[in-house]
T-cell receptor, first 114, second 115 residues
């Protein structure tokens, strides 16, 4: 089945650091990738949608300068949390879709900002 | 946008029991998806439903797309400890949306199975 790899699985860093998270589709071409944020025991909150080769579409209330998304190829999208602060600590999950199949999710990245 | 109301919010059951959870919307959905999320991992697609009235099984899991297109349910038969996790329903938030586009998620059902 479709496999989406997300890296790193866990990041702990100091306040003010920028953190990059990668999302790769391993066995299919992902025309669209999605980035979600999830708080403990809550649902997934869509942050942005990115289509290969074009600018990401951000959901209302998500700062595009804070959460930089790049989708340069059909198999890779990256999310960079710039100048991260403790309130950015969360579980970030990517998903990818392509070829008419439903979204398949990565295993998430636990981001902890000290 | 369209909202999905998922219930129950949580369930505590004994191993071997059957489980039922459902998802409702005030608007019509043309696709229903059911995902399971294990702790610390991303959601995994369990069942996808594309037609009103459709009943689909995946092992011990059965899901149905309601006739009104405003609801769906997921049943798990003979639960086992590894069924523990959060179950989410999801669907495209606008008319004409697809399962591979933007999705709206239900609030999730947290399932705990006691051995």
């Amino acid at each position: 089945g479709a496999v989406v790899s997300q890296h790193p699985s866990r990041v702990i860093c100091k306040s003010g650091t920028s953190v990059k998270i990668e999302c790769r589709s391993l066995d299919f071409q992902a025309t669209t990738m999605f980035w979600y944020r999830q708080f403990p025991k809550q649902s997934l909150m869509l942050m942005a949608t990115s289509n290969e080769g074009s600018k990401a579409t951000y959901e209302q209330g998500v700062e595009k300068d804070k959460f930089l998304i790049n989708h340069a190829s059909l198999t890779l999208s990256t999310l960079t949390v710039t100048s991260a602060h403790p309130e950015d600590s969360s579980f970030y999950i990517c998903s990818a879709s392509g070829g008419g199949s439903p979204q398949h999710f990565g295993d998430g990245t636990r981001l902890s900002i000290l | 946008g369209q909202q999905l109301n998922q219930s129950p919010q949580s369930m505590f059951i004994q191993e071997g029991e059957d489980v039922s959870m459902n998802c409702t919307s005030s608007s019509i959905f043309n696709t229903w998806l059911w995902y399971k999320q294990d702790p610390g991992e991303g959601p995994v697609l369990l069942i996808a439903l594309y037609k009103a009235g459709e009943l689909t099984s995946n092992g011990r899991l059965t899901a149905q797309f309601g006739i009104t297109r405003k609801d769906s349910f997921l049943n798990i038969s003979a639960s086992i400890p590894s069924d523990v996790g959060i179950y989410f329903c999801a669907g495209p938030p606008r008319a004409g949306g697809t399962s591979y586009g933007k999705l709206t998620f239900g609030q999730g059902t947290i399932l705990t199975v006691h051995p």
